[in-house]
């Protein structure tokens, strides 16, 4: 009963540090793993175990930049932590490895593309491939967010009871 969801809990709060430190993991992944920005705030989800080992993702090409720095400014209001799925090499050269995750020439995709059109669908399956990559290179739990879904409110907040 009990015990066996504590230790489920437990290895999910545990972080893997001989994957983060993997030359596989990407900087921004080691740098921002923990989903709270303990040195912005003082509240107790900072210092929540439960996210110790989750990472929030917001994937964008330079296409949506405003958008995403609009994003970010509002994420950065919450005290969140996040890394960038960088869709094209532009927005990685923008950003850089401290913030995003490079992408893979093979899958990178630049402009605006429509809903199933053009190359919507190549850039939509190369989110979730990069998700799984960084889930499995890094070992962590990953939040998946686009870019056009914003905070305006703590949405992980249910998860430290309040």
Not at 113 to 128: D, E, I, M, P, V
Request: proline share 4%; aromatic share 10%; hydrophobic share 40%.
């Amino acid at each position: 009963g009990n015990s066996n969801s504590n230790s489920n809990s437990n290895s999910n709060t545990h972080v893997n540090l001989r994957a983060l430190t993997s030359p596989q993991c990407p900087l921004a992944v080691r740098q921002n793993v923990g989903l709270y920005n303990s040195s912005k705030s003082t509240t107790t989800s900072t210092t929540n175990p439960s996210f110790a080992n989750t990472l929030l993702v917001v994937a964008c090409n330079y296409a949506f930049l405003d958008m995403l720095q609009n994003w970010e400014w509002l994420a950065n209001k919450l005290h969140l932590k996040w890394v960038v799925l960088a869709l094209d090499q532009q927005l990685y050269d923008a950003l850089g490895p401290n913030r995003a995750i490079a992408p893979d020439a093979e899958y990178s995709v630049n402009g605006v593309h429509h809903f199933r059109a053009g190359q919507f669908n190549k850039l939509s399956c190369n989110k979730f491939r990069m998700v799984q990559t960084v889930a499995q290179n890094c070992q962590v739990s990953v939040i998946f967010n686009d870019v056009d879904n914003i905070f305006f409110q703590d949405p992980f907040a249910h998860d430290l009871g309040r």
